[in-house]
């Protein structure tokens, strides 16, 4: 077996400031310093930098000459047009994984997801989000393309970070999220691409919906409209 390479300083970077974003270490409205960043991880300014300017290509931050580097805010007509390509890639991924992918190896998942639909009620809502998280980045391994796998990091990040997304579900949603990927376990299971492809995509539709919801309700905005999606992770 082949080690694996050790990570270069500027994906440590990446990841590392990534974590701070997501647990919303950095807020919003905040700039990023490349000297505290170097200083916090114990980095140097090149890898930070490297790093940073990852995250602004990918569309999570965004520079501005005065303001400096911020984590870019993120509008429902951006949520929209981020799950239009969620709901294109995410379903032919999960159709390439039930064709061609080792589908057995989805077996884990589908133990932990009923762990937590019939266990005592009690989990952490944080370790289960990633879980499933890592769960859709499973499919898209499965589904052997590698040019759908570089496509659907990003997408993930830019609307997880803005919204901290597990801060904000409750036990319910969390149930239901999970109840979701069980079912898209069996599916892929069955081998059933067209099955799975169809349930994927009611998933993340009922995904934006809970997003959208967040969104209206961070900017006290009741309108509701969902422009060109229907409503529905």
Do not use: C, W
Request: overall charge neutral; glycine content about 6%.
């Amino acid at each position: 077996m082949i080690p694996a390479s050790p990570k270069l300083d500027s994906e440590l970077a990446y990841e590392k400031i990534v974590e701070l974003l997501l647990d919303e270490a950095i807020p919003e409205n905040f700039p990023l310093s490349e000297r505290n960043l170097s200083k916090s991880l114990g980095l140097g300014r090149t890898p930070i930098r490297e790093a940073v300017r990852d995250l602004v290509r990918e569309g999570v931050l965004e520079s501005h000459p005065i303001r400096g580097t911020l984590v870019r805010p993120l509008s429902i007509p951006d949520l929209q047009d981020l799950y239009e390509i969620r709901l294109a890639i995410e379903g032919l991924a999960v159709s390439l994984a039930a064709e061609r992918g080792r589908v057995e190896e989805l077996e884990p998942y589908a133990i932990e997801f009923d762990r937590v639909l019939h266990g005592n009620g009690e989990f952490d809502a944080a370790k289960v989000h990633d879980q499933g998280v890592s769960f859709h980045e499973e499919i898209f391994r499965l589904s052997g393309n590698r040019s759908l796998i570089e496509l659907y990091r990003p997408f993930r990040l830019r609307f997880r970070i803005p919204l901290a997304m597990v801060r904000h579900r409750t036990p319910e949603r969390v149930r239901k999220a999970v109840a979701e990927h069980k079912a898209l376990v069996a599916a892929l299971m069955k081998r059933d691409g067209k099955e799975a492809a169809t349930l994927m995509r009611d998933h993340l539709r009922r995904g934006m919906d809970f997003r959208i919801g967040l969104l209206l309700n961070r900017h006290g905005d009741h309108r509701g409209t969902l422009l060109n999606l229907p409503m529905g992770d």
